[in-house]
């Protein structure tokens, strides 16, 4: 674990941006969470107050913000849950530091968040937990402010890696990456067309460790930036992705638990039997089978250009190692749900009621 430290000079909050927050001005702080591209801290006051600070990482506009404290609120009336964006003491949504950096603050909200779901029982959980917050958003009708472009946008990725491979022919891992590139691009066509499923308003990255657990049973979300409308394959494809691979993000083999899978399927339509409807449920399976190559894709390719997804320094030489890592892991989580793709889309007939 990330060892404390006190807010003397090498707090990495700037004084500037805690004395914004009157509370929190002559706090304790130390890293917190395991996000990989916003840096996270605990804040802790002389008079026991918490408070969750984040670093935004640059490709993130203030914005975000906006949305955030809106999506938040309207979670709040629905009586669920949340991390709440805490203003500054004279009323701003965030504070930008002396090098342009975007500062905000959050509540503290307790519970466990971990990097695997441990059991079917925590797996129906975690899915009756997204089906909640999923039908809570559903009246949800501001528009964003803060809005991401291509996110699921297969050929965008795929062009990006192709452009990484041809920018760095000289890289220490040109060689790996090329390797699986070369099958990840004859796979890709291979993939549905998504475009007729409609726009939900998505949570955008529901990896495990952005669900929190409380006492066994599914808590609050976090890591509330991405929420906006998207495809419900995408979304959930994303969140089964990460939660039925019990190896995690960080080896290179990596097999989708058919288990843990059937019970997020059935947690999600006993909590939400409102949506989605029967083709969107039908796409869920190529759905994942998308974000494990798109990830594969997003990961070899930061592997060459080492600029965007945080690394850990202990275990890895350099952010190319470990991202190379994780590009193998997510091909093999890949290639595993393509051979249990029947399968698995059997479950999902049988569990799920048509709408
Ligand atoms: C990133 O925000 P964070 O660290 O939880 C990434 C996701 C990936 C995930 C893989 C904004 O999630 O898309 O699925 O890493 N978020 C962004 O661990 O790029
Ligand atoms: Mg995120």
Same mark, same amino acid.
């Not at 090098?99 to 975007?102: A, L, Q, V």
């Not at 091909?331 to 595993?336: H, N, P």
């Given at each position: 674990?990330?060892s404390?430290?006190s807010?003397?000079?090498s707090?990495?909050?700037?004084?500037?941006?805690?004395a914004?927050?009157?509370?929190?001005?002559?706090?304790?702080?130390?890293?917190?969470?395991?996000g990989?591209?916003?840096?996270?801290f605990?804040?802790?006051?002389?008079?026991?107050?918490?408070?969750?600070?984040?670093?935004?990482?640059?490709?993130?506009s203030?914005?975000?913000?906006?949305?955030?404290?809106?999506v938040t609120?309207?979670?709040?009336?629905?009586?669920?849950?949340?991390?709440?964006?805490l203003?500054?003491?004279?009323d701003?949504?965030?504070?930008?530091?002396s090098?342009?950096?975007?500062w905000?603050?959050l509540?503290?909200v307790?519970?466990?968040?971990?990097d695997?779901?441990?059991?079917?029982?925590?797996?129906?959980?975690?899915g009756?937990?997204?089906?909640?917050?999923?039908?809570?958003?559903?009246?949800?009708?501001?528009?964003f402010?803060h809005?991401?472009?291509?996110?699921?946008?297969?050929?965008r990725?795929l062009?990006?890696?192709?452009?990484a491979l041809e920018?760095?022919?000289?890289?220490?891992?040109h060689?790996a990456?090329?390797?699986? &590139?070369?099958? =990840?691009f @004859? /796979? %890709?066509?291979s993939?549905? *067309?998504?475009s007729?499923?409609p726009?939900?308003?998505?949570h955008g990255?529901?990896?495990?460790?952005?669900l929190?657990?409380?006492?066994?049973?599914?808590?609050?979300?976090?890591?509330?930036?991405?929420?906006?409308?998207?495809?419900?394959?995408?979304?959930?494809?994303d969140?089964l992705?990460s939660?039925?691979?019990?190896?995690?993000?960080?080896?290179?083999?990596?097999?989708? &638990?058919?288990? =843990?899978? @059937? /019970? %997020?399927?059935?947690g999600? *339509?006993?909590?939400?039997?409102?949506?989605?409807?029967?083709?969107?449920?039908?796409?869920l399976?190529e759905?994942l089978?998308?974000?494990?190559l798109?990830?594969?894709?997003r990961?070899?390719?930061d592997?060459?250009?080492?600029?965007y997804?945080?690394?850990?320094?202990?275990?890895?030489?350099?952010?190319g190692?470990?991202?190379?890592l994780r590009?193998?892991?997510q091909?093999?989580?890949?290639?595993?749900v393509?051979?249990k793709?029947?399968?698995?889309?059997?479950?999902?007939?049988?569990?799920?009621?048509?709408v």
């Open positions: 674990m990330p404390s430290s807010s003397s000079s707090c990495p909050i700037p004084a500037s941006v805690l914004r927050y009157a509370a929190f001005a002559a706090a304790r702080v130390r890293p917190f969470g395991a990989l591209i916003n840096q996270t605990l804040v802790e006051s002389p008079q026991g107050a918490r408070a969750v600070f984040q670093r935004q990482h640059p490709s993130f203030s914005a975000v913000n906006t949305d955030l404290e809106a609120e309207h979670l709040v009336a629905k009586g669920m849950t949340t991390p709440r964006l203003r500054t003491t004279d701003a949504r965030f504070v930008e530091d090098d342009g950096r975007i905000r603050a509540t503290f307790q519970g466990e968040c971990g695997r779901l441990t059991c079917a029982a925590q797996a129906r959980e975690a009756a937990l997204v089906a909640r917050f999923h039908a809570a958003l559903s009246d949800f009708s501001l528009s402010v809005v991401r472009e291509g996110v699921h946008d297969m050929a990725h062009a990006t890696l192709q452009r920018a760095h022919p000289h890289h220490r891992l060689a990456v090329s390797r699986i &590139s070369e099958s =990840l @004859e /796979a %890709a066509p993939l549905p *067309d998504f007729a499923a726009l939900r308003v998505c990255d529901l990896k495990i460790s952005n929190m657990f409380r006492d066994g049973a599914g808590h609050c979300l976090i890591d509330l930036d991405t929420v906006g409308l998207q495809r419900w394959p995408f979304e959930m494809g969140a992705r939660w039925c691979n019990g190896a995690g993000e960080d080896v290179s083999e990596a097999m989708l &638990s058919v288990e =843990l899978f @059937e /019970a %997020a399927v059935a999600y *339509d006993e909590a939400n039997p409102r949506f989605p409807t029967s083709e969107e449920w039908a796409l399976v759905g089978a998308t974000i494990c798109e990830l594969t894709s990961f070899l390719a592997a060459l250009n080492e600029a997804f945080g690394f850990d320094s202990t275990r890895f030489p350099a952010r190692e470990h991202n190379l590009g193998q892991g091909w093999a989580l890949f290639r595993d393509r051979n793709r029947g399968e698995l889309e059997a479950l999902v007939r049988r569990h799920t009621r048509k």
